[in-house]
């Protein structure tokens, strides 16, 4: 493939995942890992897309990556977080998790568990979770959001505040220079920022892509002093 052509499949296949590994690149396009490095900095020189350690980024401030999409970005470094969290959960505990893909794998790190109780806004941490008879695991109210199973509205955020649990697990979609936390989702973040204040202890579930992309409502800070970060390349 001439190398204006790959130029541009790179950037397609960026686009479409959101982010993507140097790994990814020169598996995909089966050439050495040395090549793709000189083509995404070529293309980074160019303003085209935003080169990260590790990879390269293209991301929207104002839209989320596709929920399908979203699943298979870093899945093994997200998997990898996941267990790491859930080794910090002991036992017997109560928890809030909420709407995300490295959220629902830490649902599904928690199986190894017993005994839990768990309130969710996400639905499908709820089906993840539902098959185990010793945990009790609650579904907040509000508006279901037809593209990645979230619940979000007024009446999440009150359904919340009707709690006070041992743990709360976020997630989130972009960590900028400064450490503040973002996310595409106004009522999302609300939400968040009520299960923050209702958990004794947060958790912060968190891959490298995070720190390749913006986004425009503030959740937070990492300096909270309330925010535990799981993070991981």
Request: charged fraction near 25%; charge should be neutral; aromatic fraction near 6%.
């Amino acid at each position: 493939m001439r190398q204006s052509h790959r130029h541009q499949a790179i950037l397609d296949f960026v686009r479409q995942r959101g982010y993507a590994s140097i790994e990814q690149l020169t598996d995909h396009f089966g050439v050495t890992p040395q090549t793709i490095r000189r083509d995404l900095n070529q293309l980074a020189d160019a303003g085209r897309l935003r080169r990260v350690h590790g990879g390269a980024g293209m991301e929207s401030s104002t839209v989320n990556t596709a929920y399908s999409d979203r699943k298979l970005i870093n899945h093994e470094a997200k998997a990898r977080i996941a267990r790491c969290l859930a080794n910090q959960i002991p036992d017997r505990s109560s928890l809030f998790i909420n709407i995300g893909t490295s959220t629902e794998l830490v649902a599904k790190a928690l199986l190894e568990h017993s005994e839990l109780e768990v309130i969710t806004n996400n639905l499908n941490v709820a089906a993840i979770l539902q098959h185990r008879e010793d945990f009790n695991v609650i579904i907040a109210g509000g508006s279901v959001r037809s593209r990645d199973g979230g619940i979000i509205g007024e009446a999440t955020i009150d359904f919340i505040n009707q709690f006070k649990v041992d743990y709360g697990i976020i997630g989130i979609s972009s960590i900028d220079e400064d450490g503040a936390l973002l996310d595409y989702d106004y009522q999302e973040v609300r939400v968040a920022q009520a299960i923050i204040s209702n958990s004794r202890q947060v958790y912060l579930a968190a891959d490298h892509s995070k720190f390749t992309r913006n986004a425009v409502v503030r959740l937070g800070n990492l300096k909270e002093s309330l925010i535990n970060s799981s993070l991981s390349g």
